[in-house]
């Protein structure tokens, strides 16, 4: 088993920014990847950042690119979505997922992933 706490939401003006976390605990691998989805009131669950475990495979969504940025500190088995220039559209909860299996390229799919934060909100005022 793996747990996931995702936390560092909140409320903030359109252009600002937030930084997420997501602590790992639990049966965590060397070779693994984590993503960060989100999804929004009446909408269906969308890829946000992607990153592997064992190397520096990175991917984005299109809405992402250029703004936010996925890093991870092993370490702390921890690992951060960096959001700036927010805009109301990015309103919505932010999860944090993860998987046991090694991939090359970082995944994108939520068919990918085995373990789920309770995720955190992300409120964007214009």
Not at 83 to 106: F, G, H, I, Q
């Amino acid at each position: 088993q793996v747990q996931l706490v995702e936390s560092g939401g909140g409320l903030v003006q359109a252009g600002g920014s937030l930084r997420l976390s997501c602590a790992a605990s639990g049966r965590t691998f060397s070779s693994c990847a984590v993503g960060w989805f989100r999804q929004a009131p009446g909408k269906e669950r969308e890829f946000v950042a992607s990153i592997i475990c064992d190397g520096d495979s990175t991917a984005y969504a299109d809405s992402a690119k250029g703004r936010f940025t996925i890093s991870r500190d092993g370490a702390k088995s921890t690992v951060y979505l960096q959001m700036n220039s927010l805009k109301p559209e990015d309103t919505a909860v932010y999860y944090c997922t993860y998987s046991l299996r090694r991939w090359y390229p970082a995944p994108v799919r939520v068919s990918s992933y085995d373990y789920w934060g309770q995720g955190t909100q992300v409120t964007v005022s214009s």
